[in-house]
């Protein structure tokens, strides 16, 4: 199976290649940054737990002091899963579409969870529903498609 890149290095325009390159610094870059923006996410998450532990009643958390203390933690976890999309695409120089589809699945997860069902419109928790519903369904018509994919490849 030929390899795709989505931006080679290896270019027969010079310019196209130089610039290629440079974005491959920037997802370096962008990688950095997302390992501070998942230290700071962890500090958050301690700080949020130890304010909320410390203040009367202490060492008790209320339902919504659990909902933030969730939203931050999973907060955290979409940062790790968009690391590991960098990551991947600078291994591969392919957008890795299976975990894209399952970071925007985490996202709207965070959201469903952390939705105040007081305050909102019936229209968002069915734009909301509609959004879950096409990402689960993106993600198994993927994952179906690769498992097919490798089914035909060793045959």
Known sequence: MEKHEELPT???DALIAFLHKI??????????????????GVADVVYVLYEHLSSPPFMLLGISDIFKTFAAFLAV??????????????????????LVIATALMAI?????????????YMYIFATASVVLALGITYYLIGK??????????K
């Open 23 to 40: 974005i491959k610094v920037a997802v370096k870059i962008l990688a950095v940054l997302m390992v501070l923006v998942i230290f700071w």
């Open 145 to 154: 498609h690769h498992k097919e994919r490798l089914t035909d490849e060793r």
């Open 77 to 98: 976890l979409i940062a790790i899963e968009i690391y590991q999309n960098i990551v991947l695409y600078l291994r591969t120089d392919v957008v890795p579409l299976k």
């Open 109 to 121: 997860a965070r959201k469903v969870i952390i939705i105040d069902f007081e305050t909102v419109t």
């Open 10 to 12: 290896e270019h027969e």
